[in-house]
Structures are given as structure tokens and as C-alpha cells.
């Protein structure tokens, strides 16, 4: 009896650190496992976001290709249809001057046509240059109807002043611009 007396504590003993070492066996198996699911969920939740940010950032590329094909199309019909055009575009331009002159019954006198070297060695600088005279109001509508116009015109230099002709008139010297092509020899 001395001897099982005695083996009931380190029964017990032995018990209780089994029991421990089950207890800190089945937390970590178990905290491990809850941490391998988090980890899961959270590089799940990570590869989604990754995602998403691929996703705008194709759709961003998208954009700018096609912004682009836009500005290349243009830049291809500015310089195969506008810049190669100079005869045709002359005719246009004196056409539209004179079209926007009856429209806002504004006075043209001595148009002239220059052409000038521009520092771009492939474009040739062509000025168009006349005196006018009209109501301010009525210059001032001719000059924004330029700018807006599809003839691709840059206003240069505008001088006006005081009409003594004609009461409420305004007189102006107006300088253009536009560019062509140089003609290949």
C-alpha cells in the first residue's frame, strides 16, 4: 500500500503535465489552424484588392490607348488632309473671309497672302493680312468666328482704332496664320 501511496502523486503529476502538454498541443494545433484561416482569408481578401487595382489599371491603359489612336488619327488627317491641301485651303480661307466680312457687314480692303520660313524646317508659315472696318462688336464676333473655325487660322496681330469715317466704326489691321507642308522639290 506504501507503494501506491506513494505513485498517487506522481500519478497525479504525471497526469497533470499529460494533460498540460495536451492542453498546449491542442492550442496550437487549433490557434495554428485559426491562424492559417485568417492568413487564408486575408490573403484572399489581398488577392481580390490586387484584383480590383489590376482591373483600373487595365482600364486606365485602355483610356490612353485610345486617347492615343485618337491624336494619332488626327495628327495623320491634320498632315495628309490639312497640310498637304495649301491651294485648296487658300481658296477656303479667302472664301471664309469673305463669307464672315458679309455676314458681320464688315469692310475688307487689300488682302495679302505671305509666305515666311517657320522654324520647323518641314512647315512653311503662310500670313494673311487686310485692313477692316466695321462696328467693334461686329470686328470683335469676325475675329472669334475665326478662331472657331475649322480653317485652323491664328489670329497674329490685331490693331484697332477709331474710325473718322464713319460714326460708331472702328478700323483694324488683322494679321493670320496658318501652316502648310513645304513642297518637297
Do not use: C
Not at 487564408?40 to 483600373?56: F, K, P, T, V, Y
Not at 469676325?142 to 473718322?164: A, R
Amino acid at each position: 500500500m506504501s507503494r501506491f501511496l506513494w505513485s498517487w502523486p506522481i500519478q497525479l503529476t504525471i497526469t497533470i503535465l499529460l494533460f498540460v502538454t495536451l492542453a498546449l498541443i491542442w492550442f496550437l494545433a487549433v490557434g495554428s489552424e485559426q491562424n492559417l484561416k485568417s492568413d487564408s482569408a486575408g490573403h484572399l481578401d489581398l488577392a481580390r484588392l490586387e484584383m480590383r487595382q489590376a482591373r483600373r489599371d487595365a482600364a486606365r491603359l485602355k483610356q490612353a490607348l485610345d486617347r492615343y489612336d485618337n491624336n494619332r488619327d488626327q495628327i495623320r488627317y491634320l498632315k495628309d488632309q490639312f497640310l498637304t491641301r495649301k491651294d485648296e485651303r487658300v481658296v477656303e480661307i479667302s472664301k471664309a473671309l469673305n463669307d464672315l466680312a458679309k455676314t458681320y457687314q464688315i469692310g475688307i480692303d487689300e488682302v495679302r497672302y505671305t509666305s515666311a520660313n517657320s522654324q520647323n524646317k518641314d512647315l512653311e508659315l503662310y500670313r494673311v493680312e487686310f485692313p477692316m472696318q466695321g462696328r467693334y462688336r461686329d470686328l470683335r464676333n469676325f475675329v472669334h468666328d475665326i478662331e472657331g473655325s475649322d480653317l485652323q487660322l491664328m489670329v497674329k496681330q490685331i490693331e484697332v482704332e477709331e474710325s473718322t469715317e464713319y460714326q460708331g466704326a472702328v478700323r483694324a489691321r488683322l494679321s493670320l496664320a496658318t501652316y502648310f507642308e513645304r513642297s518637297q522639290p
